[in-house]
C-alpha cells in the first residue's frame, strides 16, 4: 500500500500556523495552537480540497499548471526526437560528402541544410 501523501492545514483565520501555512500530517486531526480540526488542503497552494482519496493531493488550479508542464516537456520531447532522426538522415550523406569535398564548400552545404530544416 502506498503511503498517504495528503496534507492538511488549519483554516482558522486567526491562528498563526494557518497565517504561516503550516502543514501537518494526514493523521492528524486538530491545530496543536488552537484546537481547530484540520482540513485537507493543496500541497502546493494551501486551497481547500475535498478528501477523494490517498493520492488527491493538488487543487485543480495546480493539478491544470503540472499538466501544462507535462504537455509543454512532452513537445520539446518530440521535437529532439525529431531532430535526432533528421540528424540520421543527415549523417550518412554529410559524411560522403566530405569525403569528396574541401571544407569551406561542406560548412556552407551544412549551413544551407540548417536553414532549410528549420530544426
Known amino acids: ?9 488549519c483554516y482558522n483565520l486567526e491562528c498563526k500556523r494557518y497565517r504561516k501555512e503550516y502543514k501537518y500530517e494526514v493523521t492528524d ?13 493543496c500541497a502546493e497552494c494551501f486551497e481547500k ?20 508542464r507535462r504537455d509543454a516537456m ?7 526526437k525529431e531532430a535526432t532522426v533528421i540528424g540520421v538522415k543527415i549523417v550518412p550523406n554529410a559524411i560522403e560528402f566530405v569525403q569528396k569535398e ?9 549551413a544551407s541544410i540548417i536553414i532549410k530544416k528549420k530544426l
Open 102 to 110: 574541401p571544407v569551406k564548400k561542406i560548412m556552407k552545404k551544412g
Open 29 to 41: 486531526n486538530f491545530c496543536t495552537i488552537c484546537g481547530t480540526p484540520l482540513v485537507f488542503v
Open 49 to 68: 480540497i475535498e478528501d477523494q482519496g490517498a493520492e488527491h493531493r493538488l487543487c485543480e488550479v495546480c493539478e491544470a499548471k503540472h499538466q501544462e
Open 74 to 80: 512532452n513537445q520539446r520531447v518530440e521535437k529532439v
Open 1 to 9: 500500500m502506498a503511503k498517504d501523501k495528503r496534507i492538511k492545514g
